[in-house]
């Protein structure tokens, strides 16, 4: 309550945070205008460079509130000063009731001493800019005081207690209330799940303010009595945290346990050795995580030694299995893996004639020298084994003929070896194929293919299956054999004759197309899928797939099917179908963004254009539909490989089981179907996905890793390849043919030395999604869908900071002196200062390139296509750092939002799935580490899963993990998303220049505030004719702002000297040259407005002068060129009136209005200048020139306006008049 007038009171209403049901209220009349008063000015006066705190106040001091507190006595300004500061609190921060209230006024006070102690203050009264100043410099550890009262209440009565006689010179209040929660941790009844649970929560809860009070960039900045505090704090906390570590080394009293138990034969052992091993060799994922090439160099050369004393030491074999020993073979198949990767790069480094690193040469020795030396050719084998999981069997089959890698074959390997039928991999079809096959084999080596429609009739499936296999064979026993580079093992003449004879009376080949299909299939008339001599494996392998695809495409009856079956039989009927992949839709917008060309289109029908001058000049190729078919094919295996995590011939297998899997009958998903055959709308090809995808892909895919081990066997089993010593040593027992390997050993056996899949996020995803982890596990499901971004919302603090220098650094600079990253850099004189920025450069540009596509696909804020097309790097345009609202700038702000809300819907996730709101809100300006989300993979995350990772062994079977997935979900949010804050988007750093302020806005609140006045025109021309250079306009408009921008807020004394005012009010005298002062010396504060208005036109004349546009931001649509009838027409109007005051009106109109993005929108181009200008100076109370409403010409657009201007600039310089 307070006085309005001297009979009359009123409450008004306020913006505060106080809890609605406390009987609470503002203590000092309208300290809410106040405060925003005292924000406003203190944004101001931050923006402005060289200004202190002590300038501030001093400032503060000859505002009109200023001098208002001023008359006041001491005891008087010390009531305002404190009953101010709880209004603050009030207003400010979470207030929940009267006590905390008091608590934090007594931390801010504390603030405010602290302060003025460390800028050497010894002014007794204490003016309210402090409170300001001092909540800025400390709002983090009040906001975290503020969060540690909240949720622990009791710390707000003890602190009182506590604090009650001490003197208030420094901020202890957040290390004390730490200490506080600290000791409420130590655990006292914990005898129960639920204590126990609620035990952990609140510790979890804590752990942020908590950790936050005790990291090191903070505790350097803190009090002496603060740091004492913290070190109480810091033991406490690492005594509660180490009542989590219980993990204590029980493996080698395990092994010797069980290994003298009487639970496992002795044959039995190789399998407990084998669980050991895998479990350890997970154990060191992280060693392989390499953060940069240099990482990797120095990995390889520690492995190299360890690989050459291993040698020594015991490179055959061990009688005693000791973990030790367990370990060191865990180790050196984990560099047997790394072997096998760099030994691919080196082939395809020797293809493209590249260099390998001096390191990776000599580890690759290393493990050569292990390989011929040890006497134990089980490392060969597995590596082989390695190679084949990871690119296929008809890859390590090519090995065998490539000289530089025969090293990895066992000698005996290589004297048997001979030519390897490949892998039939439709025999994922089961054995009706299988059957169908052999028939057509024999019947082609016969020239008797009579047999063939009696096997087919024999087999028991689907007769649409039977047609398919018949066809997979003809592809696999007659295609493949145009493979071959000798034409005498292509078909024979009559061995074509009886196969022509029996595609035409087949009556598993029933119609016209069908005949025609097998027809094409034996001759190999395949238009570019045919199979040339030599052709590759990886060719071959698309090939399988494509002609599997049509056979099922030509066979099927699935209504699942018609779309695909229409576009591969009347591509016609699919011209205007909604395809995954649209060539119109890019046809469209190469033709928007390529402008306008000539557009042809080739014998393919696909469209292309042609530069210059547009006409054919020269004959060239267009690639036809099949190459592009199989250019994509290629592409799409790498991705299905990397998102399976399979290798290649597991990904193979899966592709042909979807395929086959697609002449089974499917219950349809919805009813009726939503969706038509040629897929006419986006709405019926999304239906027509989810469709496919529901019925046929996730139920293939929720049993695969079964449905693979039988398919793989089977594959292995076949009798044209398991003889082959080759494939024996890849998928059987090596210890039959080869000599090499150790005897008796029951550690070096093919269970140790066999590829299994380790323990991956891949893995884990894939698990997850069998286990309908949407629904069932739904923060781990979308933590595993999102980690590959989520890792990288650690950065965000760093490139926050990073935002906040730069604006601080660049706020009022103009225009830049570097135009790429790199000339930024090198321009920083001071090593530390230049380490600093390339540190927190690097981050922001690797956190941008690997988010980029994301931001132009998912981010709210929307990037200009051509912002995302290419990574950035150091000769990238410098203004993508600076956070900005619209051009290249918008990178910055972008990047931000986009990392905000990745942590944000985390921790939404996380309220949805526990059941509790996260109230807690961080802005970025007080965002720190501990705030956000923030884990490393390889040292955090991987060994979570890894500590949930359950490894079982059966009799006569491999080593099996499994994941504890609710475990794991519940470890994730306890340790890395539990207790994190929400961060809002109000405080991201923007880069607003002066230039960039709406000074319409400015100018009309000058004009509210101080009363204005029109220019004598004898002054007008002094003040033009005092400032000689467009670096003397410049500085003089740059200077005039400043003080524009305090009058709009604090108001002035109309007849005060413009001089005087920059001096005495705002102390810019120092910085301010003496020829500038004294030249806006001849205006007083009531003439800022019409002086602004002249110095900006002058500054725009000066860079016409200068061949520069003074008007880049203006649309094009106002910048019409003037023809002879509008010279002649202005030039008759200013020959008889100089209309100065027109004049500056149009260009502060230009500058003010016509800037504006959306300014066509709102203004036409079409409307007359005269009457839109006429209009905008009555809307500001302005008197219109009589000779401008009578005679200016009514024919001038405000599409001529830019041009209009020039022009009577021009023509006034020539005829030496001055407006």
């Known amino acids: 309550m307070f006085p309005l007038h001297s009979s009359e009171t009123r409450t008004i209403l306020v913006q505060n945070y106080i809890v609605q049901d406390r009987n609470m209220s503002c203590s000092m009349p309208f300290s809410w205008r106040i405060k925003d008063y005292m924000e406003d000015l203190w944004v101001h ?85 402090w409170v300001h100043a001092a909540y800025h410099k400390f709002k983090n550890r009040l906001q975290n005081l503020s969060r540690m009262i909240c949720l622990e209440p009791q710390v707000t009565q003890d602190l009182l207690r506590k604090l009650h006689d001490r003197d208030g010179v420094e901020l202890v209040h957040d290390a004390y209330a730490a200490l506080a929660c600290v000791e409420y941790l130590e655990p006292r009844a914990l005898d129960t799940d639920e204590q126990r649970q609620a035990w952990l929560r609140q510790v979890k809860k804590l752990q942020v303010p908590i950790e936050l009070i005790c990291s090191e960039d903070n505790v350097r900045r803190y009090g002496e009595r603060s740091k004492a505090i913290v070190c109480r704090v810091r033991t406490g906390w690492n005594r509660i945290n180490s009542l989590f570590d219980k993990v204590k080394d029980y493996l080698q009293q395990h092994l010797a346990a069980v290994e003298q138990s009487n639970i496992l034969e002795e044959q039995d052992k190789t399998e407990l050795y084998c669980l050991y091993i895998n479990c350890l060799e997970d154990s060191m994922f992280e060693r392989l995580q390499f953060r940069s090439s240099a990482d990797q160099q120095v990995f390889l050369q520690v492995e190299s030694t360890f690989l050459t004393d291993y040698l020594q030491s015991h490179g055959h074999s061990a009688e005693t299995a000791t973990v030790e020993y367990l370990q060191q073979v865990a180790r050196v198949r984990m560099d047997l893996d790394m072997a ?80 390897v039928t490949p892998v039939d991999q439709y025999l994922v079809c089961g054995d009706d194929y299988k059957n169908i096959r052999n028939a057509v084999a024999q019947g082609v080596i016969e020239g008797k293919m009579d047999r063939v429609d009696e096997i087919c009739e024999g087999c028991k499936c689907l007769p649409q299956c039977k047609t398919v296999y018949l066809l997979l064979a003809l592809c696999r026993e007659v295609t493949t054999l145009y493979r071959e580079a000798s034409a005498n093992f292509h078909p024979k003449p009559e061995q074509l004759e009886a196969l022509a004879t029996f595609i035409q009376t087949s009556k598993f080949l029933d119609t016209p197309e069908l005949k025609t ?56 009927n699919m011209q205007a179908a909604f395809l995954p992949s649209m060539p119109q839709d890019m046809l469209a917008v190469a033709q928007q963004v390529m402008g306008p060309l000539l557009w042809y289109h080739c014998p393919n029908g696909h469209p292309c254009t042609i530069g210059e001058c547009g006409r054919p000049m020269e004959t060239s190729h267009c690639l036809d539909s099949g190459t592009i078919l199989l250019s994509h094919l290629r592409k799409d295996l790498k991705h299905l490989i990397r998102s399976l995590g399979k290798g290649t011939d597991d990904t193979v297998s899966t592709v042909h089981l979807v395929i ?49 081990k039988e398919v793989n066997a089977f594959i292995r089993a076949d009798s044209r390849i398991s003889a082959n010593p080759i494939m024996k040593l890849m998928f059987g027992n090596p210890h039959l043919f080869l000599a090499s390997l150790p005897k008796d ?120 296509a051509e912002f995302c097309q290419k990574d950035l790097d150091l000769n990238s345009d410098f203004k993508v750092l600076l956070p900005r609202r619209q051009g290249p700038g918008l990178c910055s702000t972008a990047l931000v939002s986009y990392l905000i ?13 526990t059941g509790e709101e996260t109230s807690y809100k961080v802005s970025p300006a007080d965002l720190t580490d501990i705030h956000v989300i923030r884990y490393e993979l390889e040292r955090d995350l991987m060994p979570l899963v890894l500590s949930n990772t359950q490894y079982s062994i059966e009799k006569g079977q491999e080593t099996l993990h499994e994941y504890d997935l609710p475990k794991i979900q519940h470890q994730i949010v306890s340790r890395f998303l539990l207790g994190k804050p929400l961060i809002t988007l109000n405080g991201i750093p923007t880069l607003v220049n002066r230039h960039d302020r709406n000074y319409e806005i400015i100018l009309k609140d000058v004009k509210a505030k101080v009363k204005q006045e029109p220019l004598q025109t004898l002054t007008l021309f002094a003040v033009a004719g005092e400032l000689h250079s467009y670096s003397e306009v410049c500085e003089a408009l740059s200077t005039l702002e400043v003080a524009l921008g305090f009058l709009a807020m604090t108001g002035g004394d109309p007849h005060m000297q413009l001089s005087c005012y920059l001096e005495e009010v705002l102390q810019m005298g120092d910085q301010t040259a003496p020829h500038i002062l004294k030249t806006l010396s001849m205006c007083c504060l009531k003439h800022c407005v019409e002086l602004w208005q002249l110095l900006a036109s002058l500054k725009s004349e000066n860079l016409l002068r200068l061949k520069r546009d003074p008007f880049v931001g203006v649309s094009e649509k106002y910048k019409q060129v003037l023809g002879e009838d509008e010279r002649r027409l202005l030039t008759g109007f200013f020959s008889k009136s100089s209309a100065d005051t027109f004049l500056l009106e149009m260009h502060e109109f230009l500058v003010l209005v016509l800037k504006m993005p959306n300014a066509p929108e709102t203004y036409r181009p079409d409307w007359g200048l005269k009457i839109t200008l006429v209009s905008y100076m009555e809307r500001k109370g302005l008197d219109i020139p009589p000779d401008v409403e009578e005679l200016f010409p009514d024919e001038i657009c405000l599409s001529h306006c830019v041009a209009a201007w020039k022009f009577v600039v021009a023509y006034k310089q020539e005829h030496g008049q001055r407006q």
């Open 340 to 419: 096998a990767s760099l030994i691919m790069e080196k082939l395809r480094a020797n293809e493209s004639k590249e260099r390998g690193l001096s390191r990776t040469t000599a580890f690759l020795s290393n493990v050569e020298n292990l390989c011929r030396r040890s006497g134990n050719d089980w490392y060969r084998v597995y590596l082989i084994r390695k190679i084949c999981s990871q690119h296929g069997v008809e890859f390590v089959l090519k090995l065998l003929k490539t000289d530089q890698v025969r090293w990895l074959f066992p000698e005996e390997t290589l004297q048997k070896s001979a030519e």
């Open 660 to 708: 086959s899997s697609l002449l089974q009958p499917h219950q349809q998903q919805k009813w009726p179907v939503p969706y038509d055959n040629q897929l006419s709308t986006k709405e019926a090809r999304n239906e027509w996905e989810m469709e496919v995808s529901n019925a046929i892909i996730t139920p293939q895919l929720k049993h695969l890793d079964r449905q693979l």
């Open 745 to 864: 050993s029951l550690i070096h056996g093919s269970a140790i030395w066999s590829c299994r899949e380790k323990v991956s996020l891949l893995s884990l995803t894939h698990i997850v999604e069998q286990n309908d982890g949407k629904d069932t596990l739904p923060v781990l499901w979308r933590f595993l869908h999102k980690e590959a971004e989520l890792r990288l919302v650690k950065h965000l603090p760093d490139i926050l900071t990073l935002q906040r220098d730069l604006v601080k650094k660049f706020q009022n600079i103009t225009e830049l002196t570097c135009g790429t990253i790199a000339e930024f850099l090198h321009s920083q004189k001071a090593a530390s200062l230049k380490a600093w920025y390339e540190k927190h450069v690097k981050i922001f540009l690797t956190t941008w390139n690997q988010l980029r596509v994301s931001l132009a696909t998912n981010g709210e804020i929307k990037i200009p």
């Open 901 to 913: 809300a990745l942590h944000n819907d985390m921790i939404y996730c996380v309220d949805k799935h």
């Open 45 to 129: 006066v931050l923006h402005h460079e060289g200004y202190t705190q002590q300038m501030f106040d001093q400032f503060f001091w000859k505002t009109p509130l200023g001098e208002y507190i001023a008359k006041a006595d001491p005891e008087m300004q010390a009531e305002f000063f404190h009953r101010y500061l709880q209004d603050f609190i009030s207003m400010t921060m979470n207030v929940t009731c009267q006590e905390d209230l008091q608590l934090l006024c007594s931390a801010l006070n504390c603030c405010v001493s602290e302060l003025r102690l460390q800028l050497k203050e010894t002014e007794a009264v204490m003016s309210l800019p």
């Open 517 to 572: 299909f097998a027809k094409a299939l034996v001759t190999n008339q395949l238009g570019p899928l045919a199979l040339h001599a030599g052709a590759s494996g990886a060719h071959c392998v698309l090939v399988d797939l494509t002609v599997h695809l049509a056979t099922v495409l030509l066979c099927g009856t699935q209504g699942i099917l018609a779309p695909l079956q229409q576009l591969a039989k009347a591509p016609a």
